[in-house]
């Protein structure tokens, strides 16, 4: 077992949590030892939710180890059942708890209580947060959804039906993702059926066989029930992930298909900002910015698409922590003609971006923190997340608006071309030195006495060529430019300054 500083991922029964605080009507009972009470923290401070998580501790402690554990467990289910009347309950055990073996499916099977209690096998050591997430949902669509009666096919309705399965609490993005979706369903004629786990409750789970289809839109979390539910139901899923203006007409389309829709009138009205930004942008904005990307495979195989092929980065690095999706990531680094990284070591990682030096850095919390002590910009594009990775303002992954938010995060970071040509001409200048700019409000550092230039060089000739050059610089740095150049030639004892000079003095002036 490693210990680590940092971890991309919690262990299971953190996933099982994320199921539980997402649903309604849903308690989780956690044999788990005192220490291990964490839920109030990762959801009501880092999601900044309203409530609290529906969770309830055994809380057992050192001396109760020489006592009957399975008792304590029992009382919690049976106390937790009745304060607070969940329409299901789920129980299971911390990775600690996990080692005294008290089978806490079948001890809540013993107290026989009158709703579904759905047992979770999570084996702490062996599998992770998403892992956990993932086969919980599935344990809940297993034991609550209910077939079709005998016979009966899909009900004759007005409007196609879905139903969406993947958003969960703290996942990153998931809120403002599934709006986005919703929004973009509603325009192409297509009723939901049921959301979950976002906002579920147990008698909405029964309801999912009615749907026509599936869209999964966080494979990490809703894949495995989407493939029971398709071998069991013959609901057919999405595969195609929404992030990206080409990704999310393509999505469109898989939709349409299933739902068998005309996807033309959504696509001819789509507003996808981000394309023109994209193509109108400075070049060398924008264009060959070596990146490197690192995530869960979702996000990260998305984020490389988009960088490459609407952006115009350079992927030179592509990885993921979560090993249940390395094959998906693998293939998809193979078409940047990079090796994936997989691992869930970020002491990895950051000997990955130390290497490569990439000029933006796209991934989680733990990689914004890697490009921060190496001075690379960063963008956040995965959990694992922060407080600020829940904004109040709407601010979706998925979809054509999607698409935008991500032009804005991504580009933002890094320096506009406009932006380095000033910096370039301005650098010795008070507003705009290094050690002291303007716009950060800190106390100017007295600046050397600017240098008088004389008059030999003032009256220094210009070929045509360079005052035609000199004429294309904007105005307002133009006379800077021109110092600057003077300046250069006389200390080279340069009778004519050519378009040589020009560009030579650009280039010494910028470094």
């Given at each position: 077992m490693q210990l680590t500083v940092w971890t991309y991922e919690g262990p299971p029964h953190v996933g099982a949590m994320r199921?539980?605080?997402?649903?309604?009507?849903?308690?989780?009972?956690?044999?788990?030892?005192?220490?291990?009470?964490?839920?109030?923290?990762?959801?009501?401070?880092?999601?900044?939710?309203?409530?609290?998580?529906?969770?309830?501790?055994?809380?057992?402690?050192?001396?109760?180890?020489?006592g009957d554990t399975a008792e304590l467990l029992q009382s919690a289910m049976r106390d937790a059942y009745e304060r607070f009347a969940p329409q299901a309950m789920l129980v299971g055990a911390s990775c600690t708890a996990e080692l005294i073996q008290d089978d806490?499916?079948?001890?809540?099977?013993?107290?026989?209580?009158?709703?579904?209690?759905?047992?979770?096998?999570?084996?702490a050591y062996q599998r992770k947060e998403n892992w956990g997430a993932s086969e919980t949902f599935y344990r809940i669509v297993r034991a609550l959804a209910k077939p079709r009666e005998t016979g009966a096919g899909p009900q004759p309705r007005a409007r196609p039906l879905c139903n969406v399965l993947g958003p969960t609490a703290l996942g990153f993005r998931h809120r403002d993702d599934l709006a986005e979706i919703t929004r973009l369903l509603n325009e192409m004629g297509i009723?939901?059926?049921?959301?979950?786990?976002?906002?579920?409750?147990?008698?909405?789970?029964?309801?999912?066989?009615?749907?026509?289809?599936?869209?999964?839109?966080?494979p990490e979390i809703a894949l495995s029930a989407a493939q029971w539910l398709q071998r069991t139901?013959?609901?057919?899923?999405?595969?195609?992930?929404?992030?990206?203006?080409?990704?999310?007409?393509?999505?469109?389309?898989?939709?349409?298909?299933?739902?068998?829709?005309?996807?033309?009138?959504t696509l001819a009205t789509a507003d996808a900002r981000?394309?023109?930004?994209?193509?109108?942008?400075?070049?060398?904005?924008?264009?060959?910015?070596?990146?490197?990307?690192f995530g869960d495979a979702t996000h990260a195989i998305a984020a490389a698409r988009v960088a490459s092929n609407e952006l115009g980065f350079k992927v030179v690095g592509l990885g993921t922590y979560s090993r249940e999706f390395a094959r998906d990531v693998r293939e998809a680094?193979?078409?940047?003609?990079?090796?994936?990284?997989?691992?869930?070591?970020?002491?990895?990682?950051?000997?990955?971006?130390?290497?490569?030096?990439?000029?933006?850095?796209?991934?989680?919390?733990?990689?914004?923190?890697?490009?921060?002590?190496?001075?690379?910009?960063?963008?956040?594009?995965?959990?694992?997340?922060?407080?600020?990775d829940f904004p109040a303002r709407y601010s979706p992954q998925m979809g054509f608006e999607g698409a935008s938010v991500l032009f804005d995060t991504w580009v933002h970071p890094l320096m506009m071309g406009l932006e380095e040509h000033l910096l370039g001409m301005f650098r010795e200048d008070s507003e705009f030195s290094d050690s002291a700019p303007s716009h950060l409000g800190r106390k100017p550092v007295p600046s050397s006495a600017p240098i008088e230039l004389p008059k030999a060089v003032a009256a220094a000739a210009w070929s045509a060529e360079a005052e035609q050059e000199l004429h294309k610089i904007p105005f307002f740095v133009r006379g800077k430019a021109r110092r600057n150049t003077e300046r250069f030639a006389q200390e080279r004892n340069l009778g004519l300054i050519t378009l040589e000079t020009l560009y030579d003095a650009k280039a010494h002036f910028g470094r």
């Open positions: 199921i539980a605080t997402a649903m309604r009507d849903v308690h989780y009972v956690l044999h788990a030892p005192q220490g291990d009470t964490y839920a109030d923290l990762l959801f009501t401070m880092i999601e900044r939710r309203d409530r609290r998580p529906p969770v309830t501790y055994t809380t057992f402690q050192a001396r109760d180890l020489g806490p499916g079948g001890l809540a099977q013993a107290l026989e209580l009158p709703i579904p209690v759905v047992p979770l096998e999570l084996p009723d939901i059926g049921v959301t979950a786990p976002w906002n579920a409750a147990p008698a909405d789970i029964a309801r999912l066989g009615e749907a026509d289809f599936n869209i999964v839109l966080y139901f013959g609901q057919p899923f999405t595969k195609t992930v929404p992030i990206g203006v080409a990704a999310t007409r393509e999505f469109v389309a898989e939709v349409a298909q299933l739902a068998g829709v005309d996807p033309e009138p981000s394309v023109w930004y994209a193509r109108s942008i400075d070049s060398t904005y924008l264009t060959d910015k070596r990146v490197f990307i680094a193979a078409l940047y003609g990079v090796e994936a990284l997989v691992t869930d070591d970020y002491l990895e990682v950051e000997a990955k971006v130390a290497e490569l030096q990439p000029e933006l850095v796209l991934g989680s919390q733990m990689e914004r923190h890697i490009a921060k002590r190496l001075g690379i910009p960063c963008a956040v594009i995965s959990a694992p997340t922060h407080v600020q």
